[in-house]
């Protein structure tokens, strides 16, 4: 069965402080992940996307990491803003041309001042 | 602006009473889903349709209904057969990239929230 973790559940953090969140994947096959940041009360928004090529991709504060052998991902926030208190969700879909995609249940990321 | 909007923001459902939520997008995407979101779980796929008049279940699809006369239009119907439809829907599109087998990550509406009167 398809499973997406997600560690930590949540995460507290002081502004201007960096952080990363994991997620552990048993999807097969493999064709790409993704990471998304949902605001409360709102839908998920695609922050990046990676295939099973790429190592590391970045989206401003935000940088991503995979690890396609271990099947991990990490998110790495720099310089965290208020802005970036939400959930994020890592998600991956079922194989190449099955978006049929298996959401991690997120990690939900407060960010204090 | 291209997007997805979805309507009601916030529906309350009465006991034995059918519900639809409205999907609309103008992004050009072929391909719709609809999802269910509770508290502490993943997002759980409802119905999928990557052509008009043609869908697919998803993997809880029991009590629900859907349909796609339109391109652009993907509206969900909670049954009264749902006995626990409390949750937040959300509603989805994408694009196959040019031939590859291969989908652009979906692009999400805002959700409708759900509850039993």
């Known amino acids: 069965k398809n499973q997406v973790e997600q560690s930590p559940q949540s995460l507290i953090i002081l502004e201007g402080k960096n952080c990363t969140l994991q997620c552990n994947y048993t999807v097969s096959p493999f064709s790409n992940l993704r990471w998304y940041k949902q605001d409360t009360g709102r839908g998920p928004v695609s922050l990046t996307i990676m295939t099973f090529s790429e190592n590391t991709k970045s989206n401003g504060r935000y940088t991503a990491t995979l690890d396609a052998d271990t099947k991990q991902s990490s998110l790495h926030i720099t310089a965290s803003q208020l802005s970036d208190s939400a959930s994020y969700i890592c998600v991956v879909p079922g194989g190449f041309g099955n978006e049929k995609l298996t959401f991690g249940t997120g990690t939900r990321l407060t960010i204090i001042p | 602006d291209g997007g997805i909007t979805q309507s009601p923001k916030y529906l309350f459902r009465k006991e034995g009473q059918n519900v639809t939520l409205s999907c609309e997008q103008n992004?050009?995407?072929?391909?719709m889903y609809w999802y269910r979101q509770d508290p502490g779980q993943g997002l759980r796929l409802i119905y999928y349709?990557?052509?008009?008049?043609?869908?697919q279940k998803g993997d809880i699809a029991e009590g629900y209904s859907v349909s796609r006369e339109k391109k652009e239009s993907f509206p969900l119907t909670v049954t009264s057969a749902q006995k626990n439809p409390t949750a937040f829907y959300l509603c989805a599109s994408s694009i196959e990239n040019a031939g590859t087998g291969w989908y652009q990550p979906q692009h999400f509406g805002d959700g409708t929230r759900l509850s039993i009167l």
């Open positions: 349709s990557q052509i008009v008049n043609d869908f």
């Open positions: 992004l050009n995407h072929d391909a």
